[in-house]
């Protein structure tokens, strides 16, 4: 169970072998543009093949998630994932494991190195996970810290390249706490394929110059780009997409009563969302609170592309699976 030296080479789609063998995935940038469109690839190869022929491509592997957070979506998409794909789930939550609590980061991660195959942890802090995954030499997937939430962004990324052909070119506005895991995630994977995001927050939620300019640089290559508006109809106008979460994050609710005053007229209605185009799509990555950042009539509304995102963890995951367990050999990417 070695973890194999990190290629920093971009792959491209070309290449045969896979680059992603035995990789880390914390946060989306973790890949190149390349690497992010060989997963999507796979991800949209694997959800219409037949589940007889996925069962062997992880046989006799195993996967270790260790959460110190709720999840019903990621848990539930990557044990089926790994269950479909051939390979065993073990899961821990709570006192049970806590990153950096009764070991350190890095015994702990040593030690599970051991046994498993992959690890899979839903975290708080991002940098106990990142001490982890250093001494871990097993693949480790941030199944969502404070930080990031990169498996959220690659499926979003597979939605919306079902529903549009591509994301390049694409204009998507991210409406709320546009600093947080989700929204940070989502912006790196649009901006490295090509899209403009247009957060629309107010200044105490907005992403930090040197963050936007950040972004900006990862979009360089593909003409992707970002920028924030405080004025939440000047984010939405003629968008293809409309994105929000929730105001307050799991491990924020100290910050709920100011997120509330503050993000309330970021609420995406039927009045801000009927500023983007007439075709645009609405996206959460649930779970999701109808009255709050968004309401019943847009959330349920035929525009909603939600259940689709939440379908799509399980696709995007066997592919990330697959890419970080295998060597994609007679996969066709
Ligand atoms: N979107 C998402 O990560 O959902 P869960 O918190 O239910 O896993
Ligand atoms: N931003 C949210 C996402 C939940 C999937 C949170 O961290 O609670």
Partial sequence: MQKMTVSLVPSGLTSGASTLRGRNFLEVTDFTAGELERLLQLSQYLKVQGRGEQRTLLRDRTLAMLFEKPSLRTRVSFEVAMTQLGGDVLFAQGA???VGTRETPEDAARVLSRYVDAIVVRTHAHEPLQRFAHAATVPVVNAL?????PCQALSDMLTLRERFG???????????DARNNVATSFAE?????????????????????????KL???GSRSGGSARAFT???????GVDVVYTDVWTSMGEERYRERNDAM????????????????????MHCLPAHR???????????????????????????KALLVGLLTELKGLPV
């Fill in 166 to 176: 591509g994301i390049a070119g694409l204009r998507v506005a991210y409406i709320g």
């Fill in 189 to 213: 994977a649009a901006v490295l394929l090509g899209a403009t995001v247009q957060f629309g927050c107010p200044p105490t939620h907005r992403p930090s110059e040197s963050y936007l300019a």
């Fill in 216 to 218: 900006d640089a990862l």
């Fill in 145 to 149: 810290s404070a930080r990031a939430h």
């Fill in 291 to 317: 009255g709050e950042e968004t309401v019943a009539g847009v959330i349920d509304g035929p525009r909603s592309i939600v259940f689709d995102q939440a379908e799509n963890r399980m696709h995007a995951q």
């Fill in 263 to 282: 993000l309330r007229p970021y609420a995406v209605t039927e009045e801000l969302f009927g500023y983007a185009q007439e075709s645009a799509v609405f």
């Fill in 96 to 98: 049970e494991f806590m």
């Fill in 231 to 237: 004025n939440a109809v000047r984010a939405v106008r």
